[in-house]
């Protein structure tokens, strides 16, 4: 196994490189409805989309609520969505990892 | 891709959502038999990309879009079980930024989850057969297994709207059109998922679950028993 800093080191690395996507480059995704939406629209099921129940929620969209400048908005948003999904992610998989990693004796018995 | 409240009726994504939750149970177990220390934070990681790089909308065809799903690339990186609870994490946070319905959850973790990871992984095991047994061979068999993910994806949410449309509509007008618009945006999530595959194999290359048989790690390769965990 390389060492614990190389691999924190690609992590913050990859967070960064995210961070810098949704900043630099999400103001000039483009806007029209994407392909499922699109379809919708053409097939003439669209009008069937009902209310989001988070609709009001204060990342709604991806933006943030108060945050008045387009782009900034965007921005932050998914900022706040990087560090979030992370966040859960981290919490899951640290439920879901290998067990008996921590225990040296049982962990040696194991390799092969 | 995100499907919204309102398009799939209620016993349909009612019963999309018990399946789904089955599968992050099956999901969570699996992934516990092969994820280790050092790869949670890399399938956080993963998981946080997806979400940054689903923001990032490219046009397809006049007047449409679309966006990464990420579960092929997740695959691949992390593992076919563990890719598919990235994106289910994706989702769920999405959830706040209203994209994808509440009611649809279910749905979407089928569609834009499990499908795309599974079997976008089961297509890269495939491809890799056929081509030679090398770094390069896990680029391109990235790229082909994402862009057929996305039209997999796409099959599976006609599935789901000819059982549970919420409009009676000609299925097979619905059906080509989500083929071939899909199809045009898995061309999108090949470049993407063969471009991102790439830059961690010349990275990190221990770090990229799909090539752990090509024994790219510093230490002394232990991989056998990266076959047996699908």
Known sequence: MRNASSTRLFVISGLLLAFSLVLLVSPVANPNPDGLNRVAIDEGFAGTETDHGLGDSPLADYAVSGVDHDWLSKGLSGIIGILATFALGLALFALSKKRGESNPARAKGQRN | MHIPDGFINAGTSAGAALIAAGGVTVAVKKTSRYLDDKQVPIAGLTAAFVFAVQMLNFPVAAGTSG????????????????????????????????????????????????????????????VRKVLPHERSSVVVASGIAAAASVVMSALVFFIQFAIGGNVDLALGSVFTAMVSVHTLIGLGEGVITAATVGLVLNVRPDLVYGARDLGTTLQIPQTSTAEGVL
């Open chain 2, 67 to 126: 966006h990464l799903l990420g579960g092929a690339l997740a695959a691949i990186l992390v593992g076919p079980w563990a890719g598919a609870l990235c994106v289910t994490v994706v989702l769920v946070v999405q959830a706040f930024f209203a994209d994808g319905g509440i009611t649809a959850l279910g749905l979407n973790v089928l569609d834009m989850a499990f499908v795309t990871a599974l079997g976008g992984y089961a297509i890269f095991l495939g």
